[in-house]
Each structure stands twice: as structure tokens, then as C-alpha cells.
């Protein structure tokens, strides 16, 4: 996910939080607005493909293009 941030094409379109999950650990929230800009949508198609890492960490997508993910914050 870092690498996909460092990617994406208007930086002030990407918002990481932490919360905690519902089992009470820390999970890093990633919301993620393409902004129309075909990059960040190839940055997203990119990540959509890795079915086991989209399956794990997509929270939501709106129309639009916004994406949430959430991702376990590493120990």
C-alpha cells in the first residue's frame, strides 16, 4: 500500500488513519480518490488484480472512484 501511495497522482486525494478493528487490533485505514486521473486508476486496477490482497484489505468503493481499504497495522 505504501508503494501504491507513493504512486498515486494528487497526494491530497489519499487519507490513512488508524482505528481499531473489530477485534480490538489497530487496523490502518487507507481512503483513496482517484480524482478521474487514469494513473490512480491504473494504480487501483493494479491492486484489484492481486485477488488475495484486494479480497483481504478492500473495504468499500464508491462511485466515482473512491476506494477504502484497511489493512492490519504491522506489530
Same mark, same amino acid.
Given at each position: 500500500?505504501?508503494?501504491?501511495?507513493?504512486?498515486? =497522482? $494528487?497526494p !491530497? $486525494?489519499?487519507?490513512?488513519?488508524?482505528?481499531?478493528?473489530?477485534?480490538?487490533i !489497530?487496523?490502518?485505514?487507507?481512503?483513496? =480518490?482517484?480524482?478521474?486521473?487514469?494513473? @490512480?486508476? !491504473?494504480?487501483?486496477?493494479?491492486?484489484?488484480? @492481486?485477488?488475495?490482497w484486494?479480497?483481504? @484489505?478492500?473495504?468499500?468503493?464508491?462511485?466515482?472512484?473512491? $476506494?477504502?481499504?484497511?489493512?492490519?497495522?504491522?506489530?
Amino acid at each position: 500500500m505504501a508503494f501504491a501511495i507513493k504512486l498515486w =497522482s $494528487y497526494p !491530497d $486525494y489519499v487519507d490513512v488513519s488508524v482505528e481499531k478493528g473489530w477485534d480490538g487490533i !489497530d487496523v490502518q485505514v487507507v481512503s483513496m =480518490s482517484t480524482g478521474g486521473w487514469s494513473g @490512480n486508476e !491504473d494504480v487501483i486496477r493494479a491492486l484489484e488484480e @492481486n485477488t488475495i490482497w484486494w479480497a483481504m @484489505n478492500w473495504f468499500s468503493s464508491q462511485r466515482g472512484g473512491h $476506494y477504502v481499504f484497511k489493512l492490519r497495522v504491522p506489530e
